[in-house]
């Protein structure tokens, strides 16, 4: 189990400085303490540990600690089915206290009301939930993903080469989850199993189906929460789920054979596999058609200037920046920017080709004066991102050298990776003509 756990298994999820991120990392040791209340001489410390974590986890994301009591409830359950087909020493020596899991479960309520209930941010996701709940609104990741498809038409290798380099962990962990349990929950080899692993393997190829399914349900469905982060969840489950799988059946269950020396050959192969998927999606680059999250310094460097010497009445365009991340990463969240504004395509970035392709001028589309921000990831984005499909960039090389030949425009500020344009609104004299 350390050795598949060990591998960076969640994308950038390992890496992102994230509330939801890093509480999510916290999870391993809540659920590993919650085993430990049982009868044992443990328990009570256990339990304290419980509580500790339970009030911290509180302060660090809604979905984290909502996920947790959800889980809980599954803990619950188990222990009940176990008890149905265990005796009671047996039970109280393996299973954790119900009592206590009823107690750490109403605390980790209680908390989540008392605490979240109180901003707006919460209230208006409650909502969010409501408005779903009634009128269906929004569309599932999946029919924003068959448009995108269909609009560019992607080859079928591209398309699976880019379904195995980000969910390649997934797919894998997904069939070996599913394979191990038509394998091992036929009778005869079930019950091979020994029995206080059952209680634990039980529980785990539980999780993992309920989880994978779930995750199936989110993609498929436009609900409150993306797929993603049930996903990581699945993820967790079923890797804990396979390798206890492999240990079962190459330790417990085979004697030394050649049946054995297979199962390790393909235990090896699995690892290797997931070992492949996991570096190449552990950070975003063209493997997996997404920006890579590094700054750089020239970029940072830049939007100081701008921040530093803009119009705050003005507003702003961005192509391949952000305007509200930098403005709190410079002055904090606490300060709020007059016109500054969060938001991808259609809200601030400008129009597809700045408008050349109808042949028109940038400032022929704006009433107002307006900066725009473009920083080198939005330049080389769709070259770098999408080589074959040139047809479909928003923006081409062509596009940026009209730009810098457009009389409605003037660049304000350049260091070779971030660049400040100054856009005339329509009924302002050309910038050319400007004394």
């Known amino acids: 189990v350390l050795s598949f756990t060990s591998i960076l298994m969640f994308s950038n999820t390992n890496l992102i400085f994230a509330p939801s991120a890093q509480s999510f990392f916290f999870l391993p040791i809540i659920f590993y303490s919650f085993w430990k209340l049982s ?13 500790i974590f339970l009030f911290f986890l509180v302060f660090c994301h809604p979905i984290t600690l909502l996920f947790l009591m959800f889980i809980m409830l599954i803990i619950i359950s188990h222990s009940y089915v176990c008890s149905m087909f265990y005796d009671s020493e047996f039970c109280s020596k393996y299973l954790p206290s119900k009592k206590n899991l009823y107690n750490l479960f109403i605390m980790a309520l209680v908390s989540f009301f008392i605490w979240y209930a109180s901003f707006s941010a919460i209230t208006g ?7 779903w709940l009634l009128y269906k609104q929004g569309e599932p990741a999946v029919v ?13 290798v591209d398309l699976i080469t880019v379904i195995l380099s980000t969910y390649g962990q997934v797919i894998t962990l997904s ?14 080899y079930f019950i091979k199993i020994p029995k206080h692993l059952r209680i634990y393997y039980t529980f785990f190829s539980f999780s993992a189906v309920l989880f994978i399914v779930l995750s199936v349900l989110f993609f498929f469905n436009d609900f409150f929460i993306g797929f993603g982060r049930v996903l990581k969840y699945a993820i967790f489950f079923s890797s804990v789920f396979v390798a ?21 050959v393909v235990l090896c192969v699995v690892m290797i596999l997931l070992t492949y998927f996991s570096i190449f999606n552990l950070y975003y680059s063209p493997i997996v058609k997404r920006e890579n999250h590094q700054v750089p310094r020239a970029e940072f460097e830049g939007m100081f200037w701008f921040y530093e010497n803009r119009e705050t009445n003005m507003l702003i365009v961005n192509l391949g920046t952000t305007q509200e991340g930098f403005h709190n990463a410079i002055y904090g969240t606490s300060i709020a920017g007059e016109n500054v504004r969060f938001g991808g395509f259609g809200i601030t970035t400008p129009l597809d080709h700045f408008g050349y392709d109808e042949g028109t001028l940038l400032g022929e589309h704006y009433s107002d004066d307006t900066y725009l921000l473009i920083s080198t990831p939005g330049r080389i984005s769709y070259p770098k991102l999408h080589p074959k499909y040139e047809k479909y960039w928003r923006f081409t090389p062509l596009d940026f050298v009209m730009l810098d030949e457009d009389d409605t425009v003037l660049k304000i500020y350049d260091n070779n ?11 302002h004299e050309a910038v050319n003509n400007w004394s």
């Open 144 to 156: 924003i993903y068959s448009k995108l498809v269909s609009r560019t038409q992607v080859s079928f």
């Open 39 to 51: 009868g044992s001489v443990h328990a009570r410390r256990c339990y304290i540990i419980e509580v």
């Open 244 to 264: 206890a799988s492999f240990y079962i059946v190459i330790v417990e269950m085979c004697p030394k054979s050649r049946k054995r020396t297979f199962k390790v």
């Open 417 to 427: 990776d971030f660049s400040v344009y100054y856009m005339c609104g329509v009924g």
């Open 175 to 188: 069939i070996l989850t599913v394979s191990f349990i038509a394998y091992l929950y036929k009778s005869h």
């Open 125 to 131: 996701s409650f909502r969010k939930i409501l408005r």
